[in-house]
């Protein structure tokens, strides 16, 4: 039987991915009072590739704390608390996307009022 989910590497990469670089990401966001779109544009994909390494070691030590002899990682991990550690890279993911979006729309804009003033006479 393995040891504690919680003495594994797995479970220090899900706070890395989960709580400290989005909160560095955030606040580099946040703080900066002048960004570029290519550096707002690869925050959001970040935000979105820690999204989506979230959800697989969230998995992946699910799998750990069932074969654990720990009860404390079955209900952490293996019950249906574990579905509400699936919010924080959902909300992740949201504000990844919506970041993107924001990027694309605000260039879109632009492309379509550079067009209109070169159609001007």
Known sequence: MATSVFLQIEFYLLILFSLVLPAIIFGVMLLKKALSRTTVL????????LAGLDVILLQKLALMAKNSMSGADDRIFSS?????????????????TNVISHILIRHLREAEDQFEREREP
């Open 42 to 49: 690869l925050f959001g994909a970040m935000l979105l590739v």
């Open 80 to 96: 249906e608390t574990s579905v509400s550690l699936y919010l924080l890279p959902a909300f992740l993911g949201g504000v990844g």
